[in-house]
């Protein structure tokens, strides 16, 4: 039997106690990504994920959500959820209850979301739009109807976000989407990723943390993996199914995200281009990399069941 494991990105530490309370009592993969994920995405401090998570360019929070189950490649995902502060729990439901389905994304999303009586909520907190308003501002644009009202769609994010997000430096400590995977005592593995995406992004665009192969890949035979950071990336290079596939053939964790990510670095891409990875195998071993010097993934192991950072290997 394995010990069970759960490892996490930056930031996750708010929810991976929870999880590993989850499998030490014997409970599931799926169900310990689900609670840790849920803390994280309510840490109303987090703004990259859940309430609190900074708005698209019209000011509206948007999530997108998965999780991944390794035994049988289930798979399950929303994008571009408006309303609703715990996507990784209606990506839960569109896997165990849409069969038919893998992803839902925008007004679909929402009401399998509402039908399935998932409690809406403002996700747009105080802290959040302050945010929103005074970077619209220090990219001299104005915000909330004024210059931008006779602007829309894609002028609007041409005149806003996109000049913003092209200036946006990597923020001082943590930033980014959560990653969590989790393996549990029967052996099964699970991969959860939850974000509120690119900051300032355009309505309705939905990012790598929803798309199977980009953002969450997971295969029992091989391993979990997923990613943070510019989603453009990992979708181009489809770089957690490459993780995987690395680790099928034999690389250890570490080097598998190292050599997944050096190969998305090759495209060819404008804007902030840094991504970062984590991979867990079906026997415990685990590893990251990321663009950065100090970037760290947290590990809580049912018998060592201190939270550990643990650096991340750099390109
Ligand atoms: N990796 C998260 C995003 O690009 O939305």
């Known amino acids: 039997m394995p010990e069970a494991v759960i490892i996490g990105s930056e930031r996750s530490e708010a929810g991976l106690p929870t999880g590993m309370e989850v499998l030490a009592r014997g409970g599931s993969a799926l169900d310990a990504v689900e609670a840790a994920m849920r803390c994280c995405e309510d840490n109303l401090a987090d703004h990259y994920v859940g309430t609190g998570g900074l708005p698209n360019a019209q000011g509206e929070v948007e999530l997108d959500a998965s999780v991944m189950l390794g035994s049988n490649r289930r798979f399950g995902s929303v994008g571009a959820l408006r309303g609703y502060p715990n996507p990784i729990s209606v990506a839960r439901a569109v896997l165990e209850g849409l069969p038919q389905h893998c992803m839902l994304v925008g007004e679909g999303a929402a009401l399998f979301a509402k039908e399935n009586g998932f409690r809406r909520a403002e996700l747009l907190t105080n802290e959040a739009k302050t945010l929103w308003r005074e970077q619209l501002r220090a990219s001299g644009e104005s915000v909330e109807g004024e210059n931008t009202a006779a602007l829309d769609g894609d002028a609007l994010y041409r005149r806003t976000a996109l000049d913003l997000v092209r200036r946006l430096a990597p923020h001082e400590g943590p930033w980014g989407t959560i990653n969590i995977i989790a393996l549990d005592s029967s052996g099964e593995l699970c991969v959860g990723v939850s974000t509120s995406g690119y900051p300032f992004k355009y309505p309705g665009r939905v990012g790598d943390s929803a798309v199977p192969g980009a953002g969450n890949?997971?295969?029992?035979?091989?391993?979990?993996?997923?990613?943070?950071?510019?989603?453009?990336?990992?979708?181009?290079?489809?770089?957690?199914?490459?993780?995987?596939?690395?680790?099928?053939?034999?690389?250890?964790?570490?080097?598998?995200?190292?050599?997944?990510?050096?190969?998305?670095?090759?495209?060819?891409?404008?804007?902030?281009?840094e991504l970062r990875a984590l991979a867990l195998t079906p026997d415990g071993r685990h590893g990251g990399a990321a663009g950065q010097q100090g970037s760290t993934y947290a590990v809580m192991t049912e018998h060592s069941p201190e939270l550990r950072m643990h650096p991340r290997a750099v390109l």
Do not use: H
């Open 217 to 273: 890949w997971c295969d029992l035979r091989a391993g979990g993996a997923a990613c943070t950071g510019r989603g453009e990336l990992s979708m181009r290079g489809g770089t957690a199914r490459t993780i995987v596939d690395l680790l099928a053939a034999g690389a250890d964790p570490a080097e598998a995200c190292r050599s997944a990510l050096a190969e998305a670095a090759t495209l060819p891409d404008d804007f902030r281009a």
